[in-house]
């Protein structure tokens, strides 16, 4: 028993002495969702409050985001939800037109997939509401309709 308590404590230390990297890389405002497209200030209060966390270079870090093992889980979290969409790098790149991030984004929040339950859990004030779903899913229809006007594609160049 004895054993086992100790070989907690060390592994506690050392968890707490090797962190994963909390980073929030610069922003180029030019290339951020708010460049590419309009986006009216209620929307953009809901993704404050519910996604910037994990889709920006904007990330507020939690206390227990310096915790062990707690700071492995949220350090991923935020690197794949950067690695998925990312507003402060709106512009298009790879197989990921603007279009499709617009639609799989109403798609994920409709779903309810979006925001993580574990996220949610311990920030409240992060779910979304019904309405709020219905606000961000009207504005991605707009903003989806304007990318693709005339003279205006929504794909990658090849």
């Known amino acids: 028993m004895r054993r086992g308590v100790l070989a907690m404590a060390v592994l506690a230390i050392v968890g707490q002495v090797f962190q994963p990297a909390r980073t929030n890389p610069p922003v180029d ?88 339950t574990s996220y949610t859990l311990l920030h409240r004030e992060a779910k979304l509401s019904s309405d709020d779903v219905g606000i961000l899913c009207a504005w991605t229809d707009v903003a989806r309709a304007s990318l693709i006007g005339p003279g205006i594609t929504s794909e990658p160049a090849q």
């Not at 708010?34 to 953009?44: F, L």
């Not at 969409?85 to 309810?112: A, I, Q, Y």
């Open 29 to 116: 405002p030019a290339r951020t969702l708010y460049a590419s497209v309009q986006v009216p200030a209620e929307v953009r209060t809901i993704l404050d409050r519910s996604c910037r966390d994990c889709h920006s270079n904007d990330t507020v870090w939690p206390w227990y985001a310096s915790v062990s093992p707690m700071s492995w889980l949220v350090v991923g979290h935020v690197n794949e939800g950067r690695e998925h969409l990312s507003f402060s790098d709106w512009t298009p790149s790879g197989h990921h037109s603007l279009n499709e991030r617009l639609e799989d984004m109403c798609k994920e929040v409709r779903g309810g997939e979006m925001p993580l």
